[in-house]
């Protein structure tokens, strides 16, 4: 082999050796779909990321919001679409892990058809009563000891991240409620208010104009850590040591085998859209909770969940439909 072949060898090598950094630092070359299951406030928010998102990347950020069969429809898009960072899903627990224990033949798997990407925030679940009921949660648990399945607790239905909160409330502490499955969340909130039910499980972005107006009382958060907006109010694992969060987490993926590179590219852009004030401002009326956590992070909370979920529902005795 002379000179001059090794040189052209050595020189092919090396633009080999290049050539995925340079395509990396080529991403995003054309606009990027990203795929919601969110709803109201949560929809309203995905925008705002998407419009930081563009500014950032470089590239239109477009935002189609996918509500079919509880978020499925859009799930199943991105599990099909090609892994090169330009279809995205923004998506919550109840689409990608809650629907999985409740539906027969959910056609995705939340590990082998997904790239986890960011935790971008959970929604804040609150136990809610009228002005005349029990004053605290731990009234409402002491009343469920003395007096069991007597009282009533409305949630958005049977297998809900509110009802398994409930379930796992009466396993830690042996207090019996009586659910009541609505279909919609609005339903509980309009029985709650006028008394037809004892309390609620909900999200707090539809139920927190009544409880500002004194037309509800909340007794609790569900989540990890208090909610800024009302830091006086309780979380259930304050109450009820052992308590683990429900999945009520929104956050970004890729389809399955998203190379690395574009995984970490994603998330730490997604990490400083969601940080900018405007951002997280925006999360806080609408009831979030800012969380920010990275794809290894994300994978683990969802794993536990899974867990969680798996064993509550064969408690309860779920089967599903």
Request: no cysteine.
């Amino acid at each position: 082999m002379n000179y001059s072949t090794v040189l052209a060898a050595s020189i092919g090598a090396a633009v080999l050796i290049h050539l995925p950094q340079a395509a990396a630092q080529a991403y995003p070359s054309k606009y990027i779909r990203v795929i919601t299951t969110y709803s109201g406030g949560a929809e309203t928010i995905a925008r705002l990321i998407g419009n930081k998102m563009a500014e950032r990347m470089g590239q239109p950020f477009v935002i189609e919001a996918t509500t079919g069969a509880n978020g499925s429809i859009g799930a199943l898009t991105v599990a099909k679409a090609a892994p090169d960072g330009y279809t995205l899903l923004a998506s919550t627990g109840a689409t990608q892990i809650i629907r999985g224990f409740l539906v027969k033949d959910v056609p995705y798997d939340p590990f082998r058809d997904f790239t986890p990407i960011t935790h971008a925030f959970d929604a804040v679940g609150v136990v809610a009563t009228h002005p005349g009921g029990l004053s605290s949660l731990r009234d409402m648990i002491e009343f469920g000891k003395r007096f069991p399945g007597k009282l009533s607790y409305g949630t958005t239905g049977l297998g809900s991240a509110y009802h398994m909160a409930a379930e796992q409330i009466q396993q830690l502490t042996g207090a019996q409620f009586l659910h009541v499955p609505y279909k919609a969340g609005t339903q509980s909130i309009t029985d709650l208010v006028a008394a037809r039910v004892d309390t609620a499980i909900m999200v707090i972005a539809s139920s927190r104009p009544f409880a500002e107006s004194g037309k509800l009382r909340f007794l609790a958060t569900l989540n990890s850590n208090r909610f800024a907006a009302f830091p006086d109010l309780p979380t259930v694992a304050e109450v009820v040591p052992g308590f683990r969060p429900v999945p009520l987490w929104g956050g970004y993926f890729g389809p399955a085998k998203l190379p690395e590179n574009l995984v970490q590219r994603l998330h730490g852009e997604f990490a400083n859209a969601i940080r900018q004030p405007d951002v997280t401002a925006q999360m806080e009326r609408a009831g979030l909770m800012l969380v920010v956590a990275g794809p290894g992070a994300f994978a683990a909370t969802i794993k536990d969940d899974v867990e969680q979920l798996r064993r509550l529902v064969k408690t309860v005795g779920i089967l599903p439909e």
